[in-house]
């Protein structure tokens, strides 16, 4: 079964700290991951997309790694602002589906505190 | 930013009512989605269409329809609406559909049904 789990659940940090966020998805046959930001009561925004053959992806102080042998992904943010406050959803998709089928994790809820 | 807009961005109405959420793009994308978010939860893709006159259902079995009738509009209709319905509901569109095309969400509609 294709799914996408992301760890922690939320997570609290002071402003100007850094933190990484986990994702580990089982999604077969592999095309691309994205992450996104999901700010409250908006839609998501991409942040990140790599492919197979990526394992690094940089947006600003967002930094996106893969691990495709191992199936997992982090974003890791860098002197992180009040205005990182959101939700980060990794987002898988996968070969197979002519769709372009998207397969969501539920997403780590940052909250970043002056 | 995004081109795709959502109307209403919020609606509280009664059991039994019927109700339509409006979806538009001005990026002359083909595709176009309806997912359903509740809070904390992972999205699920509850209505797709590939193009003018194709809809189809998604994963998540859904009591909404939509039509397609311009490339543009991609309204989703609740006939009776119910509290189970309670959720947010968010529109996306790719200019294709294939794995590699990025989906672009548009600001959501948050529905609650007393």
């Known amino acids: 079964k294709n799914q996408v789990e992301q760890s922690p659940q939320s997570l609290i940090i002071l402003e100007g700290k850094n933190c990484t966020l986990q994702?580990?998805?089982?999604?077969?046959?592999?095309?691309?991951l994205r992450w996104y930001k999901q700010d409250t009561g908006r839609g998501p925004v991409s942040l990140t997309i790599?492919?197979?053959?990526?394992n690094t992806k940089s947006n600003g102080r967002y930094t996106a790694t893969l691990d495709a042998d191992t199936k997992q992904s982090s974003l890791h943010i860098t002197a992180s602002q009040l205005s990182d406050s959101a939700s980060y959803i990794c987002?898988?998709?996968?070969?197979?589906?002519?769709?372009?089928?998207?397969?969501f994790g539920r997403g780590t809820q940052l909250t970043v505190w002056p | 930013e995004a081109d795709i807009y959502q109307t209403p961005r919020y609606l509280v109405i009664g059991t039994g009512k019927k109700i339509t959420l409006e979806c538009s793009q001005t990026?002359?994308?083909?595709?176009m989605y309806w997912y359903q978010q509740d809070p904390g939860m992972e999205l699920h893709l509850i209505h797709y269409?590939?193009?003018?006159?194709?809809?189809e259902k998604g994963d998540l079995s859904s009591e909404s329809t939509v039509s397609r009738i311009r490339t543009e509009h991609f309204p989703l209709t609740l006939e009776s609406a119910r509290p189970s319905h309670t959720s947010q509901y968010l529109c996306?569109?790719?200019?294709?559909?294939?794995?590699?095309?990025?989906?672009?969400f548009g600001p959501g509609t948050r529905l609650t049904v007393t």
């Open positions: 996306a569109s790719s200019v294709g559909g294939n794995h590699r095309n990025e989906q672009y």
């Open positions: 994702c580990n998805y089982t999604v077969s046959p592999f095309s691309n």
């Open positions: 790599m492919t197979f053959s990526e």
């Open positions: 987002v898988v998709s996968d070969r197979g589906s002519t769709l372009g089928r998207l397969y």
């Open positions: 990026m002359g994308h083909d595709k």
């Open positions: 269409s590939y193009g003018v006159n194709s809809t």
